[in-house]
Nanobody, 129 residues
Framework: QLQLVESGGGLVQPGGSLRLSCAAS????????IAWFRQAPGKEREGVSC????????NYADSVKGRFTISRDNAKNTGYLQMNSLKPEDTGIYYC??????????????????????WGQGTQVTVSS
């Protein structure tokens, strides 16, 4: 049975750090682009970051560049999102998603949200003092 299970969320103070994990089962993660999305209270879901199948291409939303790092360990079938220097506006539910395809080497743009094949249930991140 396919599962994407996010973990690592919680309540942190501004400036703090969290590392989110996305553990995949039922698929071989090597074949999938992985991405992170988030949905803040009262806002639409937005793309945060994505990583190509090998991890060779990574892309970030402007709002998180320099603070967040996406990575993956295909041997462990797990993706990660390291979040540093967290801000209150980073608060939201974070979802991982996978797409059985690649990231364009030419455009380096993440697949659109409708392209993803599977989604996790989400993990809550709250940044507040």
């Amino acid at each position: 049975q396919l599962q994407l299970v996010e973990s690592g969320g919680g309540l942190v103070q501004p400036g703090g750090s969290l590392r989110l994990s996305c553990a995949a089962s039922g698929i071989t993660l090597d074949y999938y682009t992985i991405a992170w999305f988030r949905q803040a209270p009262g806002k639409e879901r937005e793309g945060v970051s994505c990583s190509s199948r090998s991890g060779g291409i990574t892309n970030y939303a402007d709002s998180v560049k320099g603070r967040f790092t996406i990575s993956r360990d295909n041997a462990k079938n797990t993706g990660y999102l390291q979040m540093n220097s967290l801000k209150p506006e980073d608060t939201g539910i974070y979802y991982c998603a996978v797409y059985r395809g690649g990231v364009s080497l030419l455009t380096r743009r993440c697949p659109g949200p409708d392209q993803y094949d599977y989604w996790g249930q989400g993990t809550q991140v709250t940044v507040s003092s």
